[in-house]
């Protein structure tokens, strides 16, 4: 019955569990209400899904790079971002469309949001969405989940040259890293010396990359830690909630406590994440690994960038179809269906697109570089 799902279960089934996890908690965060217990904490708290992504981005990219200079002895620039392309860009594009066209079909008779759209439309394109916030003034709501791709590409972007350095020069490598995990913490903070409003401090790269940094020092010691015992993984497990919930108390206090305290609290969401990663990777077989294993959570955790890349446009469509035909649907059903339905795009975009291109993706780049 699950063969289908059975067939996609890669290397780390847990760390695509974790992610199915991560984009569920961001699906909620972005809904429209928060009644409820779970939905009233998930609107204030539920962002940290994008954290979460983000380190365990900076450790799945950097694991790659590292076996890459281990079997070549350099990194191919070129083939990493042709990979990168090729895996993320044609299912963005169509996201891209969709919001354009969404926002047209919604909002075509406001002058003003249609202007403002086309002096954003640059930001949009060309990955930097995220800075359309300090500079350009407020996302909009189709556009708006496309900041942390821009904060993701500007990464694939250094990270890879960053890491030929630290291999040239391994006297730097402990500099490096350290700077570009201090820098962002110091940038947010004086961001907020400055007056930025904190949706801009939020959303920009040169504040945020930390989070992906430090999944990134995690791969580059990660084959030195040992499998873990039961007495270290109990221990680990307490560490990581406690500095979860430190996280979320420091960040969401931020207006009423010195930044330098409050712009902690991304540093220790991070390690909390990095625990995580360490304990779903390195713990018993019978904890809590066993649970992210499953095989279908991995599946639903595959599917959780077209999920992502979705959400906000059947949210739209959603809630204004609710408003229309049943708007006494109660909050509890309307949070079900935004879950459920971006997994109708995000299937169909994986098998018939992301699949098939990945499939070819060796050829594809070779054509291209016309080797």
Known sequence: MFDFIKREVRAYPELDTIRF??????????????????????????WVGVDIFFTLSGFLITGILIKEIEKNGKIDFKNFILK??????????????????????????NLDIMHDLKTKFIYYILHFGNYSHAFSGKLHTLFSHFWSLAVEEH??????ATMAIVYKFKGLKKTVLF??????????????????????????THTRIDSIVWGCIL???????????TLQEVFQTILMFALFFVSLHYIARNEAISPWISELGRTTLAWSTCLLIIISLKGSKKGLRRVLSNPILSWLGIMSYGVYLFHVHTNVVLFALVKKYAPTMNETSIALLSNILPYGPAIITFYLIDKKLNGKRSAIIAKIRGV
């Open 21 to 46: 996890i991560s984009v569920t908690l961001v699906v909620c965060h972005h809904l429209f209400f928060q009644s409820g217990m779970f939905l009233s904490w998930a609107h204030d708290y539920a």
């Open 84 to 109: 990168r392309i090729i895996r993320l860009w044609p299912c963005w594009l169509i996201a891209l469309l969709l919001s354009f066209s969404l926002t047209y079909a919604f909002a075509s008779k």
């Open 179 to 204: 700077s570009l995990v201090l820098l962002p913490y110091l940038f947010r903070v004086m961001h907020h010396y400055l007056g930025w409003d904190q949706a801009s401090i939020t959303l920009s």
């Open 219 to 229: 791969a580059f010691v990660f084959n030195k830690i040992k499998d873990l015992t």
């Open 155 to 160: 990464f694939y972007l250094i990270w890879p």
